[in-house]
């Protein structure tokens, strides 16, 4: 699964991250990160959190693979 995390800082001065799941691969390549830029001043506009947020501050993608093991039966 395809994740970006993006964190900002609140008005506290605390740090405030989320996740957003099924993240666009493309976001990895040119203009994806001004696509995340608009993205977070959009949630700077918005304010759609019970914490005031006053700027952004990164973005990570994270990419997370599952592998399926195939465990040998039990004997008994």
Known sequence: MKTLKMTFTTEGG???AFSL???DPALLEEGGAARIKSAADLMLA???FDAELISFDS???IDRSEHQI?????ED
């Not at 195939?70 to 039990?74: A, I, Q």
Request: charged share 25%; proline share 12%.
């Open 14 to 16: 605390k740090k405030f």
């Open 21 to 23: 799941n099924y993240a």
């Open 46 to 48: 918005l304010q759609p």
């Open 59 to 61: 973005a990570v993608f």
């Open 70 to 74: 195939e465990m040998p039966e039990s």
